[in-house]
Nanobody
Framework: QVQLVESGGGLVQAGDSLRLSCAASGRTFSGYAMGWFRQAPGKEREFVAAISRRGYNSRYADSVKGRFTISRDNAKNTVFLQMNSLKFEDTAVYYC?????????????WGQGTQVTVSS
């Protein structure tokens, strides 16, 4: 089992930046690809970003490419999501996820989520 706890959400204005963190515990952190999903009110959950086990590879949803950066610190069992130039449409609950497969569509482990609200 892997336990994931997100932090760093909040209320910001459009154009601001925010950094989300996700602390992992349980199994060996470096054995898992990590990622972020989000779910806006009334919408389906959507993929945001993912990073490979050692951080050499990353991929992003088109909607956040160039604005968001995913990174990880395997020594601290933590994954980050740096969000710049935030837009109103980035408002959502953001979930940290983990899976052994970097290209997974259905991740095995999920955090409880952290709310990000962007005011226009």
């Amino acid at each position: 089992q892997v336990q994931l706890v997100e932090s760093g959400g909040g209320l910001v204005q459009a154009g601001d930046s925010l950094r989300l963190s996700c602390a992992a515990s349980g199994r060996t952190f470096s054995g898992y690809a990590m990622g972020w999903f989000r779910q806006a009110p009334g919408k389906e959950r959507e993929f945001v970003a993912a990073i490979s086990r050692r951080g050499y590879n990353s991929r992003y949803a088109d909607s956040v490419k160039g604005r968001f950066t995913i990174s990880r610190d395997n020594a601290k069992n933590t994954v980050f999501l740096q969000m710049n130039s935030l837009k109103f449409e980035d408002t959502a609950v953001y979930y940290c996820v983990a899976d052994e497969n970097y290209y997974a569509r259905e991740y095995d482990y999920w955090g409880q989520g952290t709310q990000v609200t962007v005011s226009s």
